[in-house]
């Protein structure tokens, strides 16, 4: 098994991954409301996760 499909593959894990958790986050409210304060902290999180990667 090369290391290209495994990079893919774990591509395609950790995208499903985040398409899950993010549709939880983001509809947990009653009515599915948008939350801008919920989004503003995902916001916030995504940027702190890019800046650890260095």
Known sequence: MSGHFLHHMLGLA????LHISTTIIFES?????FNA???VAVIIG???AALSIH
């Not at 950790?14 to 991954?17: A, H, Q």
């Not at 409210?29 to 409301?33: L, M, S």
């Open 14 to 17: 950790i995208g499903m991954l």
């Open 29 to 33: 409210a009653p009515e599915h409301r």
């Open 37 to 39: 304060a919920r989004f």
């Open 46 to 48: 995504a940027l702190l």
